[in-house]
Structure formats: C-alpha cells, structure tokens
Nanobody, 127 residues
Framework: QVQLVESGGGSVQAGGSLRLSCAASGDTWRRYCWGWFRQAPGKEREGVAHIGYDASDASTTYADSVKGRFTISIDNDKNTLFLQMNSLEPEDTAMYYC??????????????????WGQGTQVTVSS
C-alpha cells in the first residue's frame, strides 16, 4: 500500500511556473512506477508525464502538449515525486493528480494501470 499526497498547486499567470510535489508513504521500499495526470472541468483525466521505478532507471515520457515545458523527476531518498511546470498556459488549468503502480512486469501509462492515487492539487493559469 502506498499513500500519496500532492502539494504545490496554485494560481499563476500564463508564462509562469509551478512545481508540484507528491509525497509517498507506506510500502515505498517496493519498486513503483509513477505518473502525473490531470483533469480539467468537463474533460476526461489524461496522462501528463510518467517516470520509471527508480532513479537508476528514470525513463520518462510526456504528453505532447507538455513536452519541453514540464519535467517529471523523483527523489527516492525523500520518497517524493515532482512535476516542474514552466511556460504555463491557460489550457494547463486542471486538477493534477500523482499516481503509482507497482513495478511487476514493467511501467505502464494507462490510467487503469495505476492503483494508487493522491487527492489532487488544483492548478489555475490565467491569461
């Protein structure tokens, strides 16, 4: 079992930056795959960025809409996942969630693959 708690959301103007954090607790000694997802009002939840199970295998993937602007990273010593968001756009406004699933056969990116979810943190970007 893993518990996830996000923080760092807020309101910024377009072009600004925010850094989201996700503190993990519980069975963090296990290997996990991590991801950030977001859901805007009236829209389906979508994947934003994903990262492999530990820093030695930190393969990352990004949604096309955030490539070059967002960076996902993990600090294994602090059991914390990060999402650095730069050049924010109004279209980035959403509730952001961190999520994790145990590494068994590999790391996957579909929402249905992730068993553990945080409560979400709101990001609002004004034009």
């Amino acid at each position: 079992q893993v518990q996830l708690v996000e923080s760092g959301g807020g309101s910024v103007q377009a072009g600004g930056s925010l850094r989201l954090s996700c503190a993990a607790s519980g069975d963090t000694w296990r290997r996990y795959c991590w991801g950030w997802f977001r859901q805007a009002p009236g829209k389906e939840r979508e994947g934003v960025a994903h990262i492999g199970y530990d820093a030695s295998d930190a393969s990352t993937t990004y949604a096309d809409s955030v490539k070059g602007r967002f960076t996902i990273s993990i600090d294994n010593d602090k059991n914390t996942l990060f999402l650095q968001m730069n050049s924010l756009e109004p279209e980035d406004t959403a509730m952001y969630y961190c999520a994790a699933h145990a590494y068994i056969t590999g790391c996957y990116s579909e929402i249905s693959d992730f068993r553990y979810w945080g409560q979400g943190t709101q990001v609002t970007v004004s034009s």
